[in-house]
């Protein structure tokens, strides 16, 4: 039989056979390449080009070696799925080369969902087998010195472009492994790009800028997904490079475009043990490092007792995110968090401290629509008995309603009130034009609602 009559053969075998057939064939090539090329693929010394260039070759030898039949459309298909695979981050991969897709979720070798324009939806891309998601999952661990195994089921690492990832594998994940990636732009979002989205206002953002540039210590709160770390990096880019500024994360997401910069990243204990280093020991640390700001990617624990004292002891200027609901939920975590830190402190002390420490709090929200919106911008004014007292200057106008397509139509308009941090921030030479903070109607009725 001639291998073009083996072609016709296999063109007739049913669908499901033949994507078995290919399946097993792109596992068998894949297994080739690894076996023959071995440490080379983890060989620092290898330049990207030529270790393309010979993975490319292998299975160019490997898949001459074979006897199933394909078509060209076929080999091609082949040999990029066995290339990605290899050298890129298999099935996946594709999705981290679309602009378009802020988050990859995996939800198992058999179910691969992507957010695409705050929308989620069901892709037909899939891993060959439980092996396969594993051997992607320890590649990009192992890319940032973690590991993840029984004895460590989860971790959060980063991807050489900044895009945030997290794993959870047996015994917790249930049906996994899970991986779940959350994509950043490679160029960074600048505050046009933000006030393009509708995620601010013009003149919310020149009122950002000059707290920024007056060193007030602001908090970004906001739920999962609405743009935290995007606002952060717009917000930081505020800072003049002048400044010396110290980043503190979990994991590199930050992309600050000042050149004097030092980045920090906490890291888990190892296979002993030992080793670890927590936020709290890098905001504690970074104290002693002259830092003009402390950037911290987000306070989740003890370390929010020692960020608070960094911004009442002369840190001016400093910036975080945190997980909340609303602005006074914002404050209300700060204070459990600092509880955290173990030391018995009445509460009326710790809401002094915060009180003391934040001046400003930018809240970010999710709209039905998938759209990322910062719906308050509040004054950390002080205390009033054990009460900390916030103060909204802007708020978003949510009466507004929606469009025929389901789109927000409301923005952030001005309550009519002037901060009272106005007057320290023209002793810095930051005017705040009167304008800004003319009151704007709010819509008393839904208009457009479906």
């Known amino acids: 039989m001639t291998q073009h009559t083996k072609w016709q053969e296999f063109q007739r075998t049913p669908t499901s056979a033949r994507d078995g057939a290919l399946e097993e064939l792109r596992l068998r090539l894949h297994q080739q390449v690894i076996t023959e090329l071995g440490p080379l693929l983890y060989d620092q010394r290898t330049s990207g080009p030529d270790l393309e260039r010979q993975v490319r070759e292998a299975l160019h030898t490997a898949l001459a070696g074979e006897k199933v ?227 911290v990617g987000e306070v989740r624990g003890a370390e929010t007792l020692d960020m608070l004292q960094a911004m009442n002891t002369g840190h001016e200027g400093s910036i975080t995110t945190v997980h909340a609901n609303t602005p006074r939920d914002a404050l209300a975590r700060l204070e459990t968090m600092t509880l955290m830190a173990g030391l018995d402190l009445p509460l009326r002390a710790i809401r002094e401290q915060v009180a003391s420490a934040l001046d400003v709090v930018v809240h970010l929200v999710r709209m039905r629509d998938g759209s990322r919106r910062v719906s308050q911008v509040s004054e950390v004014v002080g205390m009033e008995g054990d009460v900390i007292v916030l103060q909204d200057i802007f708020l978003f106008d949510y009466g507004m309603g929606v469009d025929a397509e389901g789109q927000t139509l409301g923005h952030l308009k001005s309550t009519g009130i002037r901060p009272k941090f106005s007057e320290r921030l023209e002793d810095h030479g930051i005017g705040l034009e009167a304008e800004l903070f003319r009151q704007q109607a709010f819509a008393r009725k839904v208009v457009g609602l479906r």
């Open 69 to 295: 039949p394909l078509s060209a459309l076929e080999k091609a298909q082949m040999a990029q799925d066995v290339t990605d695979d290899v050298l890129g981050y298999g099935p996946i991969d594709r999705f981290l080369k679309d602009p378009d897709i802020n988050e990859i979720m995996v939800n198992g070798p058999d179910r691969v969902y992507v957010e695409r324009r705050g929308v989620i939806e069901l892709t037909d891309v899939t891993f060959g087998d439980e092996a396969h998601l594993r051997r992607i999952i320890d590649k990009i661990v192992s890319e940032v010195g973690r590991r993840v195994d029984e004895a460590t089921p989860m971790v959060d690492a980063r991807l050489p472009d900044g895009s945030r990832v997290n794993v959870v594998v047996p015994p917790l994940a249930i049906g996994g492994p899970f991986l779940t990636i959350r994509r950043f732009s490679v160029d960074p979002y600048t505050v046009d790009d933000l006030v393009n989205f509708g995620t601010l206002t013009p003149g919310v953002a020149r009122f950002v800028e000059a707290c920024v540039q007056g060193k007030l210590n602001m908090m970004i709160s906001g739920g999962t997904g609405t743009g935290k770390t995007t606002l952060l990096n717009v917000v930081s880019s505020f800072i003049p490079e002048s400044e010396r500024i110290v980043t503190i994360e979990d994991a590199k997401e930050l992309q600050l475009c000042q050149e004097h910069v030092l980045a920090l990243e906490s890291r888990p204990s190892n296979i002993e043990g030992r080793g670890q280093v927590t936020i709290r020991d890098l905001v504690r640390n970074a104290l002693r490092m002259r830092p003009d700001r402390i950037v």
